[in-house]
């Protein structure tokens, strides 16, 4: 999903540039890529602490049974 957000924002962006000739249009569209790509990577940011804390959970229970065992 994250490449395609990726491809998505980059190939909007480079046939808005190729098809805009007015200095005015190529600033809007550089700002909305901005825009997108912020958007894309916080979304991310978020599936990937979403999955640090899975694997954090899980973790932290393999290593506190490991400790019981150890005793």
Excluded at 42 to 61: Q, V
Aim: one cysteine or more; glycine letters at 10%; proline letters at 0%.
């Amino acid at each position: 999903m994250e490449k395609f957000i990726f491809g998505l924002a980059l190939g909007m962006a480079g046939g808005a540039l190729v098809v805009a000739n007015n200095c005015k249009l190529r600033n809007l569209v550089k700002k909305n890529q901005e825009d997108l790509m912020q958007k894309a990577e916080c979304y991310i940011d978020k599936k990937l602490s979403e999955l640090e804390e899975k694997d954090g959970g899980n973790a932290g229970d393999k290593s506190s049974s490991q400790n019981k065992t150890a005793k």
